[in-house]
């Protein structure tokens, strides 16, 4: 299988990202860029996107590029950085590239906007397993 269709045959087996409506914008090998819409039923008790949206959002745009590889691929350690609170009604897009690639592990950068607005900064490391992505 193609690397750039990997992350499509992960969302279409994928409920919990398709349950919060992220979508594929883009991808290609070593990249993907992912987005949604923050609805009310995401929102905490302080009328602000609950965060798990947003890490949810990166998470999902970094296990779609460390995939692209061809190889399963799983995280193993991940953080978050919230930078700006966020509303129902604001559309996020979450990008991941591949920072370092190395035979077993991989090293990502997701940059979570508003717009052109930085509202989240995730780092992730992947463990690139030998179980290739099959049609």
Same mark, same amino acid.
């Given at each position: 299988m193609k690397g750039e269709q990997i992350p499509y045959k992960m969302l279409s087996q994928d409920p919990y990202s398709t349950w919060l409506g992220i979508k594929i914008i883009d991808c290609e090998i070593g990249r993907c @860029?992912? =987005?949604l819409t923050i609805t009310k039923n995401m929102? &905490?008790?302080m009328n @602000?996107?609950?965060g798990g949206i947003s890490y949810a959002l990166a998470d999902t745009a970094f296990g779609f590029a460390a995939n692209t590889h061809g190889k399963y691929a799983v995280s193993i350690e991940t953080s !978050? &950085?919230?930078i700006k609170a966020l509303d129902? =009604?604001?559309y996020l897009v979450a990008e991941s590239v591949i920072e370092q690639v190395n035979n077993k592990l991989g090293? &990502? !950068?997701i940059e979570v906007r508003r717009g052109e607005e930085l509202v989240a900064l995730f780092k992730g490391v992947v463990?690139?397993?030998q179980k290739d992505w099959k049609e």
């Open positions: @860029k992912v =987005g929102l &905490n008790s @602000k996107a609950h !978050i &950085n919230h129902e =009604g604001d090293f &990502n !950068i463990y690139r397993t």
